[in-house]
T-cell receptor, first 111, second 111 residues
Framework: QQQVKQSPQSLIVQKGGISIINCAYE??????FPWYQQFPGKGPALLIA?????SEKKEGRFTISFNKSAKQFSLHIMDSQPGDSATYFC??????????FGAGTRLTVKP | DVKVTQSSRYLVKRTGEKVFLECVQD?????MFWYRQDPGLGLRLIYF???????EKGDIPEGYSVSREKKERFSLILESASTNQTSMYLC??????????FGPGTRLTVL
């Protein structure tokens, strides 16, 4: 079963709007929470990541919000652009090499 | 820039064939991974390797084996391909336990 539950499966946002993707987990041993971005025909690439001792991390238009008590984290994309259209995966790491991925969210930003 | 290359972008094989998927990374990373990506299921780990000739099973190793004879090369082998192994296969490498660098993927169809 999915150890990291991601929603929604797909998301359509107007250009300039805010895109929000949510993830939830159960395993409190997870210690690193990355988001990956995947364009068609490409492999996923790291977008932004957070550790559980921080509640928020911002890089440009991308922000991760992390709620340790609720065991949830989310990706916010401000001022969404058509070039942001891609599939986004949240993930969580336990142990040195054990990365668990969410099911993915296909984001479409309409011009 | 880290480069992870996969031997084929598209592959069509017949049921029962032995299939080799090759992955090469050029950054001297210790860790290498094979995932399969299916819609609605995200990325699921098949096998990973943390050193030459060392390997560990992931979540879905059944029907697969791997080989790592050189640090830069990690091969995924389907001993006897079946139609339920039709999928996108992604290779990744990592210098430690955090960011993983992905190849472009091999879309395998088993007829």
């Amino acid at each position: 079963q999915q150890q990291v539950k991601q929603s929604p499966q797909s998301l359509i946002v107007q250009k300039g709007g805010i895109s929000i993707i949510n993830c939830a987990y159960e395993n409190t041993a997870f210690d690193y929470f990355p988001w990956y971005q995947q364009f068609p025909g490409k492999g996923p690439a790291l977008l932004i990541a957070i550790r559980p001792d921080v509640s928020e991390k911002k890089e440009g238009r991308f922000t991760i919000s992390f709620n340790k008590s609720a065991k949830q984290f989310s990706l916010h994309i401000m001022d969404s652009q058509p070039g942001d259209s891609a599939t986004y995966f949240c993930a969580a790491r336990v142990g040195n090499n054990d990365m668990r991925f969410g099911a993915g969210t296909r984001l479409t930003v309409k011009p | 820039d880290v480069k992870v290359t996969q031997s084929s972008r598209y592959l069509v094989k017949r049921t029962g064939e032995k299939v080799f998927l090759e992955c090469v990374q050029d950054m001297d990373h210790e860790n290498m991974f094979w995932y399969r990506q299916d819609p609605g299921l995200g990325l699921r780990l098949i096998y990973f390797s943390y050193d030459v000739k060392m390997k560990e099973k992931g979540d879905i190793p059944e029907g697969y084996s791997v080989s790592r004879e050189k640090k830069e090369r990690f091969s995924l082998i389907l001993e006897s391909a079946s139609t339920n192994q039709t999928s996108m296969y992604l290779c990744a490498s990592s210098p430690g336990g955090y960011e993983q660098f992905f190849g472009p993927g091999t879309r395998l169809t088993v007829l």
